[in-house]
């Protein structure tokens, strides 16, 4: 009897079922995933002025709607955003932390007079039918956003990243085209 070839097969056998059951994931292994879905509370009413800075938007988007868009709970309070440092806009951050594979899951809205709206640099846009006066999705800097004119008086953009939602940010925009006087 060759014992030292049995033992080799069996410790390559035994190997081989480690490495599977290492590799496995089971769904106790994994982060909970909550539903995607779209934002249903309505957004409270936003007078438009001269001076957008003074709008809170913080206030006026129920936390719900974004947590509906991200499919996850913000894991701290929603925070005033000017976009990114331009002058005149008045927005509010999302943080909805990382996932365990250290995707960060975020989101804004902002909004921004005109010529902001105008002038963004254009990187794979596309038109969007539906909402507000004319709207467009672009890559930002930092993730796909959606930008939309409206009224002739206001722009706005809403972003989620770093996993996109442009159904969700659609949603969402089409509850601020609402909420806007």
Not at 50 to 68: G, M, R
Not at 77 to 83: A, G, L, R, V
Request: net charge neutral; glycine share 8%.
């Amino acid at each position: 009897m060759n014992r030292p070839g049995h033992f080799c097969q069996f410790n390559a056998a035994a190997l081989m079922i480690l490495a599977v059951l290492a590799c496995r994931q089971t769904k106790s292994t994994l982060e909970p995933k909550s539903a995607v879905s779209e934002p249903k509370s309505a957004v409270a009413s936003i007078a438009i002025s001269s001076d957008l800075t003074k709008i809170d938007v913080c206030q006026k988007i129920p936390k719900d709607d974004i947590e509906a868009v991200m499919g996850r709970k913000l894991v701290s309070t929603p925070k005033h955003f000017e976009y990114y440092d331009t002058a005149a806009t008045s927005g509010c951050s999302y943080d909805g932390g990382k996932d365990p594979s250290g995707e960060a899951h975020y989101g804004y809205v902002v909004l921004t007079p005109l010529d902001v709206y105008d002038n963004q640099p254009l990187y794979k846009n596309v038109d969007v039918a539906g909402v507000g006066d004319r709207a467009y999705f672009n890559n930002g800097g930092d993730t796909r956003q959606l930008w939309v004119k409206l009224n002739g008086k206001v722009a706005f953009v809403v972003a989620f990243g770093d996993i996109e939602n442009e159904d969700g940010a659609k949603a969402l925009a089409k509850l601020v085209v609402a909420a806007i006087k």
